[in-house]
């Protein structure tokens, strides 16, 4: 009778103790935040900006109040990175997380600080999409959005430039504004479509001429720090990036491991399969042991999330979706399955720290909301965050050679 009362005790404070750890959600009432109060102002000039009513306007989320999370950036042992940069009013995240993942991957081969074009990646990447929405008799993917090993393809082909050399914005503007020059885009390719009118030559230099329009012509040749380039020779000699050197991991159960695959997600428009495929345990353990030996990485995975606050700057996963002791290779693949997790953005893991057995990772972030918080453009992501919902990322080869000798043969 003594032990089924004291196993009794036990029991119901270990409930206890459970049900006080477990998180609540509530209904947040939307705040217009950095895109409208500044992106937008600048788009739109004094004149014409307003913010709209937002009051009808409510979300779920996890209730973060009188919670406590490492949100202090000199906590964590970071790596060299670049000042985070704001996208502006884009769709171009996987351009911002990937060129600053070079950024800090040229100051890590060659030592040099410099702040890369953007944007003349995006040029070009939306070159090559109408060239393959040709060949493909229209029935490539359009939109804004792009995945991060983009730019391995891109620089390859075109190289890469300094942000002062050609920053894609015009007429005085702090911000990008893309919007309307991708629809007239989009318009022009569907008439294409509509007409069947598959010059591909004509096609390409039709989407130059309103990308010129929009963002300006990229150079051919300049002069940096008083020497001159071409694109190519700017990649290979003053940052010695070399695109062959970038590989992309993904883990899903649909394909077996340590093979090759496509990412299947509407951004991969061109359908590259060289997305190595491994198991969650390897996943996670690369990213860790990548990120400790002073190799950044570049992300990309879910954010519109309970447990994603901009205010509060962190990504977690609140109970109420699932515990942490439950977090494994069937509930990943389960969201990734049922659509829940998707390949909403990409962005750039700068640093960690471990707290207790935790590991929490340091986010340099180009989207809007990243410019909320107290940390302008950073954000700090829990390790069950990315093991749950972050699809796919790049890294340098030489950290990847502990998978890849198992699985390169």
Known sequence: MKKIIIYLIISVFSISAFSQSLDKGKFEQYKAGFY?????????????????????????????????????????????????????????????????????????????????????????????????????????????????????????????????????????????????????????????????NWNEEEVVENIKKILDE?????????????????????????LKLNPGDYFSFMSTMEYPYNEKHELVENDNWWHCKDYYNISLDDYMSLLQSSIEQGYTISICGDVSEAGYNQYHEVGVIPTF??????????????????????????????????????????????????FDGRNKGYRFYHEDYVKLKIMNYMIHVDVARPILDNIIK
């Open 36 to 196: 409208y109060k500044v992106i937008m102002r600048d788009v739109m000039g004094d004149d014409e900006f307003f913010i709209p009513d937002f009051s009808d306007i409510k979300f779920f989320q996890m209730d973060f109040d009188l919670k406590n999370y490492p949100v202090h950036i000199s906590e964590y042992e970071t790596v060299y990175h670049s000042l985070p940069v704001s996208q502006g009013s884009s769709g171009t995240c996987w351009a911002y997380s990937a060129t600053s993942f070079m950024e800090s991957e040229a100051y890590r081969i060659a030592g040099v600080k410099c702040n890369i074009s953007e944007i003349y990646t995006v040029y070009w990447d939306y070159v090559d999409r109408a060239r393959h929405y040709v060949q493909t008799k229209g029935e490539t993917y359009l939109g804004e959005g792009s995945e991060a090993n983009a730019i391995k393809r891109v620089i390859r082909d075109y190289g890469m430039v300094p942000y002062d050399i050609y920053t894609g914005i015009k007429d005085d503007h702090i911000y990008n504004n893309n919007g309307e020059m991708f629809d007239e885009m989009e318009k022009y390719l569907e008439s294409v479509k509509m007409t069947s």
């Open 214 to 238: 929009y963002i300006g012509t990229p150079p051919e040749k300049f002069n940096y720090e008083g020497k001159m380039y071409t694109p190519q020779t700017f990649m290979t000699d003053y």
């Open 321 to 370: 979706d699932i515990p942490s002791e439950y977090i494994n290779e069937d509930s990943r693949q389960f969201r990734l399955s049922n659509g829940t997790t998707t390949d909403d953005h990409c962005i750039h893991l700068v640093g960690y720290q471990k707290v207790g057995d935790v590991y929490w990772y340091l986010i340099k972030d180009s989207g809007s909301g990243a």
